[in-house]
C-alpha cells in the first residue's frame, strides 16, 4: 500500500505540481533554415566515403524540412544492403535501420521481412544477457534504440521488465559515470511506451534520467559534450512535463549548437545526422509520422561545406604518447613524438608505431564515426570482457576519435586499457 501510494504522489507531482509549460520545442526558424544547409550537403555527400551506409543518416534526412528526392532513393537502398545482411546487425543496428525505412515510406520491408519479430528476438537475446552476464551484448544506448523501435512499431514488450532496465538502479549499476547519449535514448524510448500504456514507475524512470540530463547541462548550453547535445534536445523536447520551465534554456543551447556548424564541429556525416532532427524540432519519436507524399524536387546544396581545419603545414609539434593497461597494471609505455602541426590523434599512433612496432603497433575497424582502436601492443580490447581502448589528453578523455581529434603542442597523450562499467 505504501508504494502504491508514493507511486500516485509521483503521479500526482508529474501532473499538478510542476506547471505545464509551453513545449520546449526550439527549432531553427525558417530564415535560420540556410545555416543547416552545411549538415545536409555532409550528409547526402557521405553517398561517396562509406562503405555500409549509417541508417541515422537516412532517418535525419527524413526528419529535415528540405527534402531531396534523389538522396532518399540513394540512402533507402544502402539501408536495403544493411536488412539483406540483418543476421549480423546488432540489435541496436537492426532497430535503427527499422525506423529509418518507416521514416522513409518503407514500412512494407519491415513487414515483409518481419523484421519486428526479429528484434523482438534480438532484444530478448540482450535481458537474458544481463539476467545471466550483469550486462547486455551491446550496450543500453542500443536497448534504448530496440524498447523505441519495439514501442514505435507495435512489437511486443514488457513494460515492467523495461521499467527496472531503465531504473536509477541499474543505469547507475552499469556505469559510474552517467551518459548523455544513453540516457537520452532511455527517455525516448520510455516516453514511446508510458504514452501507449501509462505506468508510473516509467514516469518515475524517466523524471530521474531527465534529472541527470539536466545535471550535465554547462555554462554554454551544451548538454553532456557538443556530440550528445542533439540528443539530449530531443529527450528534453518530449518530457516538457519533467522540469520546471528555468531548468532548461532550450534557445542557449540551440544558438550555441549552431554556433558550432560553421567550425566544423558535425564534419563527419554521422555527427550532423544525430545533432540535424533537434535543430529542426523533431525526435525519433516522429519517424512513424513522417508525410509519404511525393518529394519536390532535388536540394541545392552547392553551398561550400566547412573547411578542414587541419591545414597540416611543414611546422612540427612534439607530443607525448603513452599506452596504459589499466585492468592489469601490466603495461606503461611512453614516448615523445614530433608530427605535423594539425595532425590528429592517429597520426601520434603511427609515428609512434613507427618508432617501435613491438611497443606501440596497434589495429583499428573503420565505424561510422571514424577509426576505431581496436588492439595496442598486441592487447586486443573486448566487449565480451567488458574492456576498451580509452584516448586521453592531459588525463582528460577525447569526445572525439583517433580519426578526428587534433592534437596540439606538448600535450601528454595516452590510450588507456579500461573497463567499461
Ligand atoms: C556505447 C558507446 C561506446 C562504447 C562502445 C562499445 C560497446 N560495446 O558498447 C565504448 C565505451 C567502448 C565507447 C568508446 C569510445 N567512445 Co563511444 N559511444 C558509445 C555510444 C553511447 C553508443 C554507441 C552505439 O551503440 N551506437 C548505436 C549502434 C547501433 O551503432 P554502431 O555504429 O554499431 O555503434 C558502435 C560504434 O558507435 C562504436 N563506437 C562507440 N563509440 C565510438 C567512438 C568512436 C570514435 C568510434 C570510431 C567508434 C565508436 O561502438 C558502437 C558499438 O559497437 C555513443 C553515443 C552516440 N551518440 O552514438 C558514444 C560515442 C559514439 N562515443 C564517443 C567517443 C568519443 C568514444 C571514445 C573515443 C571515448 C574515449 N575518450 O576513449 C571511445 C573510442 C576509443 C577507441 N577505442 O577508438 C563519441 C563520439 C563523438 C565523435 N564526434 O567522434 C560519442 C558520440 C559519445 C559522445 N557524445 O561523446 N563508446
Ligand atoms: C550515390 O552514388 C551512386 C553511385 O555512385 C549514384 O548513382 C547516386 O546518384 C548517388 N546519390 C547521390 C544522392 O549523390
Ligand atoms: C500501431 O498500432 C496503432 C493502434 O493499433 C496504430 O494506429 C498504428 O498505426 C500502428 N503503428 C504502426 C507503425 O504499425
Ligand atoms: C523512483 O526513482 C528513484 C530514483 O530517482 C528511486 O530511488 C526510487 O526507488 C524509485 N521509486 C520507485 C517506486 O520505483
Ligand atoms: C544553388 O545555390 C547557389 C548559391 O546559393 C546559386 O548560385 C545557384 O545558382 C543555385 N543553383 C540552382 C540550380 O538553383
Ligand atoms: C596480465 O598481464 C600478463 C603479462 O602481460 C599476462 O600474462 C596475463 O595474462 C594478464 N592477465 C590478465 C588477467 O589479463
Ligand atoms: C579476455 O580476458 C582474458 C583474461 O582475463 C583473456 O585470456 C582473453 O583472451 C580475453 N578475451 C578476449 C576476446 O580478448
Not at 592534437?407 to 601528454?412: C, E, F, L, M, P
Amino acid at each position: 500500500m505504501r508504494v502504491s501510494q508514493s507511486l500516485s504522489l509521483v503521479g500526482f507531482l508529474l501532473f499538478f505540481l510542476f506547471p505545464a509549460h509551453l513545449c520546449e520545442i526550439c527549432a531553427v526558424s525558417n530564415e535560420q533554415q540556410a545555416s543547416l544547409t552545411p549538415l545536409m550537403a555532409t550528409m547526402i555527400d557521405s553517398n561517396q566515403s562509406f562503405p555500409e551506409v549509417d541508417p541515422s543518416i537516412l532517418i535525419a534526412l527524413r526528419l529535415a524540412r528540405q527534402q531531396d528526392k534523389k538522396a532518399k532513393a540513394t540512402f533507402v537502398n544502402q539501408v536495403l544492403q544493411n536488412i539483406m545482411r540483418r543476421e549480423t546487425l546488432t540489435s541496436g543496428q537492426l532497430a535503427l535501420n527499422m525506423l529509418a525505412l518507416t521514416a522513409a515510406c518503407r514500412k512494407d520491408v519491415v513487414d515483409d521481412f518481419k523484421l519486428v519479430r526479429n528484434l523482438e528476438e534480438k532484444f530478448q537475446e540482450e535481458v537474458a544477457s544481463i539476467d545471466t552476464s550483469g550486462h547486455p551484448l551491446t550496450n543500453y544506448y542500443e536497448l534504448g534504440l530496440d524498447v523505441l523501435a519495439l514501442c514505435l512499431l507495435n512489437g511486443t514488450y514488457s513494460s515492467s521488465r523495461i521499467a527496472r532496465l531503465f531504473s536509477a538502479e541499474e543505469m547507475n549499476y552499469i556505469s559510474g559515470r552517467f551518459s548523455v547519449d544513453t540516457g537520452a535514448l532511455a527517455v525516448l524510448a520510455l516516453t514511446c511506451v508510458n504514452r501507449q500504456n501509462r505506468d508510473e514507475k516509467i514516469a518515475n524512470d524517466t523524471l530521474w534520467l531527465v534529472k541527470e540530463i539536466l545535471k550535465e547541462k554547462k555554462q554554454d548550453g551544451t548538454i553532456g559534450n557538443i556530440y550528445s547535445t542533439g540528443e539530449a534536445m530531443q529527450a528534453l523536447f518530449v518530457t516538457p512535463e519533467y522540469y520546471k520551465e528555468g531548468d532548461w534554456d532550450c534557445s542557449q543551447t540551440l544558438n550555441t549548437v549552431l554556433n558550432q556548424i560553421p567550425r566544423g564541429t558535425f564534419r563527419w556525416p554521422i555527427e550532423a545526422a544525430q545533432v540535424l532532427p533537434a535543430l529542426e524540432g523533431k525526435t525519433y519519436l516522429d519517424t512513424t509520422h513522417v508525410s509519404c507524399r511525393s518529394i519536390p524536387g532535388h536540394l541545392n546544396i552547392s553551398t561550400p561545406k566547412p573547411a578542414e581545419p587541419t591545414h597540416q603545414s611543414h611546422e612540427s609539434i612534439s607530443v607525448t604518447y603513452r599506452v596504459v593497461d589499466y585492468i592489469n597494471n601490466s603495461l606503461n609505455e611512453s614516448t615523445k613524438v614530433s608530427v605535423p602541426k594539425g595532425s590528429v590523434f592517429l597520426k601520434v599512433m603511427e609515428a609512434a608505431q613507427a618508432e617501435d612496432n613491438t611497443k606501440f603497433g596497434f589495429t583499428m575497424q573503420p565505424s561510422p564515426w571514424g577509426p576505431y582502436v581496436t588492439s595496442v601492443h598486441g592487447i586486443e580490447a573486448s566487449s565480451k570482457n567488458r574492456t576498451y581502448w580509452q584516448l586521453l589528453s592531459n588525463g582528460q578523455p577525447l569526445s572525439q576519435g583517433a580519426g578526428s581529434f587534433v592534437v596540439s603542442d606538448g600535450d601528454n597523450l595516452e590510450v588507456r586499457l579500461t573497463s567499461m562499467e
